[in-house]
């Protein structure tokens, strides 16, 4: 039996800027966060002489070409594991669909197991890069770069996205306080609603590449947000930080009108009357996770319970994708 696990995470500046269609012109840059709560994936031995796949779904199938889920089929493609005697089973701390990049941990993880079954030893940007290309390259979705890197790396990690491709992956360095002032400060809150991001960040790509002045200049001010969001970091400066997400906040709306809607427009203007110095929703849009920063947690908690919000208590991760168990 094999186990992996992938975080989950949260991006913490520059989302959007690690699509190819504006990073091949333009380059990105992303600061994200991996956080403890994962996605798993376990790959056993069947009993039988077929491939047995639980997910959301159930597939027993005979051959690889005949399964439906299109990441797995195309992960043991990559990875050359043809069965037959295979079971793959999939969990996770959260639903997908909820902003927190479970996609990218799914491929990341899964790949991870197929590798480890074979006895290969695959370092992070590798695996990576084998999930983006799976993603981005063969099923052609419309996303970035950001969850498979940050899946596989974890920490809290700035990645440059280039022209040419190549990402480069650079951990943020903090001071220790302001490290643990940031994991204790920001909450996460459950908007009740999940989302597929595919519709949102389709529309994004496809304007980015028809060059609408208008998205490009979001998406260039969102990346010096993220270089300024960097700096503040570094700099021990967390006021600063929740100002500058505010603010990527208030400009990331101006993307689509389907990022937000009414009742996260209100929710988030009751969490910043209650102590948020800055927030934001996580993911393309459309629903999920609320982040707020705030350093009056007490009285933010108890406004978004009555709010009717759950509140999901997270660290960050530092593993990034490993193998927990293989016997």
């Known amino acids: 039996m ?10 913490l500046g520059g989302g959007g800027t690690d699509l190819p269609s504006y990073y091949r012109e333009h380059t990105g840059f992303v600061i994200s966060g991996a956080i403890n709560r994962y996605v798993y ?3 056993t031995e069947a009993f039988r002489p077929r491939i047995i796949l639980k997910y959301s779904k159930l597939e027993d199938v005979e051959h690889v070409d005949e399964i439906q889920h299109p990441i797995i089929r195309e992960a043991l ?24 990049g479970s996609s990218g941990s799914f491929t990341t993880a899964l ?9 290969d030893f695959v370092p992070p940007q590798a695996l990576a890069e084998e999930a983006c290309h799976i993603e981005l390259d063969v099923l ?23 022209a040419d491709g190549q990402v480069v992956a650079a951990p943020l360095k903090m001071p220790a306080e302001a490290l643990a002032n940031l994991e204790d400060n920001l909450l996460l809150f459950f908007t009740g609603t999940s989302r597929s991001a595919s519709d949102i960040l389709r529309d994004q790509d496809m304007r980015t590449k028809e060059n609408s002045s208008e998205m490009l200049e979001n998406l260039h001010f969102t990346k010096q947000l993220g270089l300024e969001s960097r ?3 570094v700099a021990g400066n967390l006021r600063k930080f929740a100002d500058l997400m505010h603010v990527h ?4 709306k101006k993307r689509s009108p389907n990022i937000s809607n009414r009742q996260i427009n209100d929710l988030y203007e009751l969490a910043r009357a209650n102590g948020a110095l800055g927030g934001k929703l996580i993911g393309a849009g459309g629903g999920g996770f609320l982040m707020f920063y705030t350093e009056e947690k007490t009285r933010l908690r108890q406004v978004m319970r009555q709010a009717g919000l759950r509140e999901v208590r997270t660290q960050f991760d530092f593993a990034g994708t490993t193998v927990v168990a293989h016997s």
């Open 249 to 252: 906040w208030e400009h990331k």
């Open 2 to 11: 094999i186990i992996t696990r992938s975080p989950l995470r949260i991006s």
């Open 140 to 162: 052609k979705e419309p996303i970035g770069k950001q969850d498979q890197y940050i899946a596989a790396f974890g920490g809290i990690t700035c990645f440059e996205f280039l």
């Open 111 to 119: 790949l991870c197991a197929l590798h480890t079954l074979k006895h």
């Open 231 to 233: 700096d503040a970091l």
């Open 41 to 43: 994936i376990t790959v």
């Open 77 to 100: 493609k990559l990875t050359r594991v043809s069965g037959p005697y295979l079971e793959i089973v999939s969990l996770s701390d959260i639903p997908a669909g909820t902003g927190l």
